[in-house]
C-alpha cells in the first residue's frame, strides 16, 4: 500500500508539474519530496492507528485430553483417527477382571451384613423376651419377699423359710437387670443405623457402589460429539490416571472462535460491534466480512497465579498483544478451513472512516498474494 501511494502521489507530481510548468529544480523537487513523505506518512500512520490490522489471527478450537479414571492394560481401542463421534460411543477398554472381582467380593460382604443385621434384630428382640421373663420372675419374688416378711414376724413361717424367699427374690433382681443390660446392648446394635440402614450394611453398600463405578470407567466413552485428533494407545498398553499423561486428544464438534492479536497502540479504536474483515491463506484471493465480538479483555502477560515465587517484571517477555474475538458472518462451511487455520484481520472504524479504503485495498491485496507462495522451491 505505501508502494502504491508512492507511486500514485508521485504520478500526481508529475502531472502537476507539467500542466502548471512549474520548473524543475532542487527547491521544488524538495518540496515535492516533503511533502509526499509528510502526505503519505500521514495517511498511513492515520490509517494504522483508526483501523487497526493484524496479521497473528488464528481459529482456536477446544480439546480434551482424555485420561482414564481407573488403572489397567487396554484390551480393545475401537476408534480411529479423525473418525466423528457420537457421545457416549466407546473409546477404548481396559481389562475388567480385577474390578468385577472387587464387586463380586463387597456383593458378598453386603449380603453377610444384611445377614448378620437380621440376627441382630432377631439376637435383640429375644433379648427383650428374656429380659421381660426375668422381669416377671422379679416380680413374682419380690411379692413372695415382702408376704413373707409379714409372715415371718407372726411366725407363720420360720426364719429359714423367709431367708430362702429373700435369696430367690435377690437372685431374680439380679437375673432381670442383666437381662435388662443385655437388651439394651443388643437393641444398640441392631439399631445402629445411618440414614435408617445399618451401619455396616451402608459402609458396605457405599464401597460396592465405588467398585461398580471402578468397573463402569473400565469402558472410556468419547465425553461429547467429536473426535480423536491424537490417538497412539494400542491394546496392551498399561494406563494409569495421571494428569500429565493423556492417552489420547479428543476434539469436540463445535464451532471454533476466530481471535486476532493486535497491538496495544491500537486499543482505543478496538470497539465492539466494529465492522471487520478477514483473509486466510488457506482461502487465497478471498475476504470474510466480521465484527468484532469482543474487544481486548485482557493481556496475557499481565495475568497473574498464585505461586510460592515473586513476580519478577524482567521474567515477562513482550510487551504483549490485544486478543479480539471476531464473529464472521458469511458461511464459510463451504471451504476447508482446518481448526487452528491462521488468518489476518482488519477493524473498520468510524474515525477517518473515509480512510478505510486504504486497508481495503492492502487488505485484499494481501489476500491475492496468498497465492504466491513456496514450500522448498
Given at each position: 500500500?505505501?508502494?502504491?501511494?508512492?507511486?500514485?502521489?508521485?504520478?500526481?507530481?508529475?502531472?502537476?508539474?507539467?500542466?502548471?510548468?512549474?520548473?524543475?529544480?532542487?527547491?521544488?523537487?524538495?518540496?515535492?519530496?516533503?511533502?509526499?513523505?509528510?502526505?503519505?506518512?500521514?495517511?498511513?500512520?492515520?490509517?494504522?492507528?483508526?483501523?487497526?490490522?493484524?496479521?497473528e489471527g488464528r481459529f482456536y478450537f477446544t480439546t480434551t485430553p482424555i485420561i482414564p479414571t481407573v488403572s489397567g492394560r487396554v484390551t480393545e481401542v475401537p476408534v480411529k483417527t479423525g473418525v466423528p463421534l457420537k457421545a457416549g460411543e466407546v473409546l477404548f477398554k481396559i481389562d475388567p477382571e480385577r474390578y468385577e472381582n472387587a464387586v463380586k467380593?463387597?456383593?458378598?460382604?453386603?449380603?453377610?451384613?444384611?445377614?448378620?443385621?437380621?440376627?441382630?434384630?432377631?439376637?435383640?428382640?429375644?433379648?427383650?423376651?428374656?429380659?421381660?421373663?426375668?422381669?416377671?420372675?422379679?416380680?413374682?419374688?419380690?411379692?413372695?419377699?415382702?408376704?413373707?416378711?409379714?409372715?415371718?414376724?407372726?411366725?407363720?413361717?420360720?426364719?429359714?423359710?423367709?431367708?430362702?424367699?429373700?435369696?430367690?427374690?435377690?437372685?431374680?433382681?439380679?437375673?432381670?437387670?442383666?437381662?435388662?443390660?443385655?437388651?439394651?446392648?443388643?437393641?444398640?446394635?441392631?439399631?445402629?443405623?445411618?440414614?435408617?440402614?445399618?451401619?455396616?450394611?451402608?459402609?458396605?453398600?457405599?464401597?460396592?457402589?465405588?467398585?461398580?463405578?471402578?468397573?463402569?470407567?473400565t469402558v472410556v466413552r468419547a465425553p461429547t460429539d467429536g473426535s480423536v485428533v491424537q490417538m497412539f494407545l494400542r491394546p496392551g498398553m498399561y494406563v494409569v490416571p495421571m494428569p500429565l499423561r493423556p492417552v489420547m486428544v479428543f476434539l469436540h464438534a463445535e464451532d471454533t472462535t476466530f481471535a486476532a492479536a493486535f497491538l496495544q497502540n491500537s486499543?482505543?479504536?478496538?470497539?465492539?460491534?466494529?465492522?471487520?474483515?478477514?483473509?486466510?491463506?488457506?482461502?487465497?484471493?478471498?475476504?470474510?466480512?466480521?465484527?468484532?465480538?469482543?474487544?481486548?479483555?485482557?493481556?496475557?502477560?499481565?495475568?497473574?497465579?498464585?505461586?510460592?515465587?515473586?513476580?519478577?517484571?524482567?521474567?515477562?517477555?513482550?510487551?504483549?498483544?490485544?486478543?479480539?474475538?471476531?464473529?464472521?458472518?458469511?458461511?464459510?462451511?463451504?471451504?476447508?478451513?482446518?481448526?487452528?487455520?491462521?488468518?489476518?484481520?482488519?477493524?473498520?472504524?468510524?474515525?477517518?472512516?473515509?480512510?478505510?479504503?486504504?486497508?481495503?485495498?492492502?487488505?485484499?491485496?494481501?489476500?491475492?498474494?496468498?497465492?504466491?507462495?513456496?514450500?522448498?522451491?
Amino acid at each position: 500500500m505505501d508502494l502504491l501511494l508512492i507511486l500514485t502521489y508521485a504520478a500526481i507530481a508529475i502531472a502537476v508539474f507539467k500542466i502548471f510548468k512549474i520548473p524543475v529544480n532542487g527547491f521544488t523537487l524538495l518540496t515535492a519530496a516533503l511533502g509526499g513523505v509528510g502526505l503519505v506518512g500521514f495517511l498511513i500512520l492515520a490509517m494504522n492507528y483508526n483501523h487497526p490490522f493484524s496479521n497473528e489471527g488464528r481459529f482456536y478450537f477446544t480439546t480434551t485430553p482424555i485420561i482414564p479414571t481407573v488403572s489397567g492394560r487396554v484390551t480393545e481401542v475401537p476408534v480411529k483417527t479423525g473418525v466423528p463421534l457420537k457421545a457416549g460411543e466407546v473409546l477404548f477398554k481396559i481389562d475388567p477382571e480385577r474390578y468385577e472381582n472387587a464387586v463380586k467380593a463387597l456383593e458378598a460382604q453386603l449380603a453377610d451384613a444384611t445377614q448378620a443385621t437380621a440376627q441382630l434384630r432377631s439376637a435383640a428382640d429375644s433379648a427383650a423376651q428374656q429380659m421381660n421373663a426375668a422381669t416377671a420372675d422379679r416380680a413374682a419374688a419380690q411379692d413372695i419377699y415382702e408376704r413373707s416378711q409379714s409372715l415371718v414376724k407372726s411366725g407363720a413361717i420360720s426364719q429359714a423359710q423367709f431367708k430362702q424367699a429373700e435369696e430367690k427374690f435377690f437372685a431374680a433382681r439380679s437375673k432381670a437387670e442383666a437381662a435388662q443390660a443385655e437388651a439394651t446392648r443388643a437393641e444398640l446394635e441392631a439399631s445402629a443405623a445411618i440414614g435408617g440402614v445399618n451401619t455396616d450394611v451402608a459402609r458396605l453398600q457405599a464401597d460396592l457402589d465405588t467398585a461398580r463405578y471402578n468397573l463402569e470407567q473400565t469402558v472410556v466413552r468419547a465425553p461429547t460429539d467429536g473426535s480423536v485428533v491424537q490417538m497412539f494407545l494400542r491394546p496392551g498398553m498399561y494406563v494409569v490416571p495421571m494428569p500429565l499423561r493423556p492417552v489420547m486428544v479428543f476434539l469436540h464438534a463445535e464451532d471454533t472462535t476466530f481471535a486476532a492479536a493486535f497491538l496495544q497502540n491500537s486499543s482505543q479504536r478496538i470497539i465492539e460491534g466494529a465492522d471487520a474483515e478477514i483473509i486466510l491463506p488457506s482461502v487465497p484471493g478471498r475476504f470474510f466480512k466480521a465484527k468484532v465480538a469482543r474487544a481486548g479483555a485482557y493481556i496475557p502477560q499481565g495475568q497473574l497465579q498464585a505461586t510460592g515465587t515473586l513476580i519478577d517484571p524482567e521474567q515477562i517477555k513482550g510487551d504483549g498483544r490485544i486478543i479480539v474475538e471476531l464473529d464472521i458472518e458469511e458461511d464459510i462451511s463451504k471451504f476447508n478451513i482446518p481448526p487452528g487455520s491462521m488468518g489476518s484481520a482488519a477493524i473498520y472504524t468510524e474515525h477517518m472512516h473515509h480512510l478505510s479504503i486504504m486497508r481495503k485495498v492492502l487488505l485484499r491485496m494481501k489476500s491475492w498474494m496468498n497465492f504466491l507462495f513456496g514450500d522448498g522451491h
